[in-house]
């Protein structure tokens, strides 16, 4: 992990740079896979799924069963730390529902909106070395809790705590398959998986291509997003070994993860980077943290507001501020996924059980877009209601802007029903 005394203001986007992915080439390669699910359905997955994952199906969806089974094969430990993730979740998504509010914006003229949950919605969750229940959580709670008709979840993976957790938030049908070729068959639909609205979910660099491929084609995703990443900011009262935990937690997802820990304190930066460097070697994802931390950063900055101003600059995913007083930064805080507070709030709180999403903007993404929550889920729809009188009073003020812009036709409709009003 690299340690950088006080860079230049100017040198910070080069600084706070993410890895290099080459998307425009792994479009290409994505490209033929989506065309093959559009047109030749289950068979392209068939061949895809013995191909890149070398398993032949019989059949794509997980028989109900093995879902049922699922349950048994957990440890009692596990399933109730899953049903406290669970209680937690559901508690703050409910939260997030917002009652319908009637507002009278010129006396007869009444506006309002409403939510109603996207009928059909798909999750997909990866496979490979981490089987990510937590995910089916964060995705298929706030779905339910939407109203959203049917929840298709696709995964490579039969992992019994995934097929768990996808029962007990209500998904409808779960699919075997993985990779660009599960986007593509929830975006386009195949004689087995039906299309969906829109995509949730993470994965890889080809999932991530997918994802943006059939949204340029009008298919719904959550957010565009990249690897993984945390940012740290660490004063004189924070502990290295918490935050070098912290840091190693994000690295260890892969090498395109990124850490960057930033402090007014060069004491706490050789600290914490030494404490990061013995860390490293007792976990089992060695490689993959060690891979991140190649292009990750340790920065020593002036003062408390120039860490805010490159922290802002940067938009992490996950933002831990270990500061004394941390509360007090979070209004200066203007670009980040989710914010953790002071020295007992690690990152891993927000992955699993606290109760916020996890489904965050990477990459920089958090300048504009926001993380999954309810309304990710929702539809807003907006209801006006006009009486006599109301037309009366606003039917003028459209009828000069409809002639002003020269649509005779949109003057008419208002002045036909004065007229009928008059006579």
Known sequence: MQLIRYPDPSAWDTLLARPVQQMA??????????????????????????????ILLDRLDVPMELVEVAERQLSDDLKAAIQQAYSNIAAF?????QP????????????????VGIEKVGIYIPG????????????GIPAKLAG?????????SQHPAILYAAKLVGVTKVYRVGGAQAIAAMAYGTESIPQVYKIFGPGNQYVTAAKMLVAKEGIAIDMPAGPSEVAVFADDT?????????????????????????????????ETIAEVEKQVRELPRE?????????????????????????????????????????????????????????????SAGDYASGTNHTLPTNGYARAYSGVSLDSFVKKITVQSISEEGLKNLGPAIMAMA?????????????????????
């Open 25 to 54: 080439e792994i479009e290409q390669r994505v490209a033929p896979i989506l065309e093959q699910v559009r047109s030749r359905g289950d068979a392209a997955l068939r061949e895809y799924a013995l191909q890149f994952d070398n």
């Open 93 to 97: 998504h409910a939260a997030q529902r």
């Open 100 to 115: 319908v509010e009637k507002i009278e914006t010129t006396p007869g003229v009444t506006c309002w909106r409403k939510s």
């Open 128 to 139: 490979g070395t981490a089987p990510l229940f937590s995910t089916v959580l964060m995705l």
């Open 148 to 156: 959203c008709r049917e929840i298709v979840l696709c995964s490579p």
């Open 238 to 270: 924070a502990h290295p070994a918490f935050v070098a935990a912290d840091l190693l937690s994000q690295a260890e997802h892969g090498r395109d993860s990124q850490v960057v820990l930033v402090s007014t304190d060069e004491r706490i930066l050789t």
């Open 287 to 347: 490689e993959h943290a060690n891979g991140a931390l190649q292009h990750s950063r340790a920065i020593l900055v002036d003062s408390r507001e120039e860490a805010v101003d490159l922290l802002n600059a940067y938009a992490a995913e996950h933002l831990i501020l270990s500061v004394r007083d941390a509360e007090a930064l979070v209004d200066e805080i203007t670009n980040a996924g989710s914010i953790f507070l002071g020295h007992y709030t690690p990152e």
């Open 403 to 423: 002639e002003a812009e020269s649509l005779t036709a949109h003057k008419r409709a208002v002045e036909v029903r004065l007229a009928s009003l008059e006579g």
